[in-house]
């Protein structure tokens, strides 16, 4: 099972909205409703942001929003802000399996 | 407040095992389906094993197929991951994570595993 394809890097100003991308295929993203989304801190556990493609978990910003076209699961960060500098990592099932994405850096300018 | 506290990681030889356990409270923990999941500066985030509430079903990745096996003692609250035939590859930073809609909804602090000569 191959890792999902994120943007290594995505940059943006504080205000802006950023959209990261998490490509699959037909056998993860493509075939499940079941992709999740994860933000992590330098020297931190990861946080669960989104899951079920597009819903968010209690005590989460609605400033995070999921959404999948395809074979593609995107997160979209609106009004940045500075603490949303960190990681983010996808994640699908698979079937019987889950894979991850290979994560995307987020630099607030 | 929910937690999963990881222990027993450390330095091995390669053909070595080690066996992690995994602390959990703050909620009922024979209710969920439990995870292994490492992690790599080089290969990020690899999800390892899957085990289900009554440690009946139990996945592994392709990779450590035969040689880790997750358990649970749900009269303990505990979480465990045998590994046996360690190589370099599985160096990693282990972690322990409740998993609920096939997403991680809590992960512990992680344990560190190094297997090297």
């Known amino acids: 099972q191959s890792a999902l394809t994120q943007p290594a890097s995505v940059s943006g100003s504080p205000g802006q909205s950023i959209t990261i991308s998490c490509t699959g295929t037909s056998s993860d993203v493509g075939s499940y409703n079941l992709v999740s989304w994860y933000q992590q801190h330098s020297d931190k556990a990861p946080k669960l942001i989104i899951y079920?493609?597009?819903k968010r978990p209690s005590g989460v910003s609605n400033r995070f929003s999921g959404s999948k076209s395809d074979n593609t699961a995107s997160l979209t960060i609106s009004g940045l802000q500075a603490e949303d500098e960190a990681d983010y990592f996808c994640?699908?099932?698979?079937?019987?399996?889950?894979?991850f994405g290979t994560g995307t850096k987020v630099t607030v300018l | 407040e929910v937690q999963l506290v990881e222990s027993g990681g450390g330095l091995v030889q390669p053909g070595g095992s080690l066996r992690l356990s995994c602390a959990a409270s703050?909620?009922?923990?024979?209710?969920?389906?439990m995870k292994w999941v490492r992690q790599t500066p080089e290969k990020g985030l690899e999800w390892v094993s899957n085990?289900?509430?009554?440690?009946?079903?139990?996945y592994h990745v392709d990779s450590v197929m035969g040689r880790f096996t997750a358990s649970r003692d749900n009269a303990r609250n505990s979480l465990y991951l045998q590994m046996n035939s360690l190589r370099v590859e599985d160096t990693a930073v282990y972690y322990c994570a409740i998993s609920s809609f096939h997403a991680i909804t809590f992960w512990g602090q992680g344990t560190p595993v190094t297997v090297s000569s």
């Open positions: 703050g909620f009922t923990f024979s209710d969920f389906w």
């Open positions: 994640y699908s099932f698979a079937g019987t399996s889950y894979v």
């Open positions: 079920e493609v597009t």
């Open positions: 085990i289900s509430e009554d440690g009946s079903q139990k």
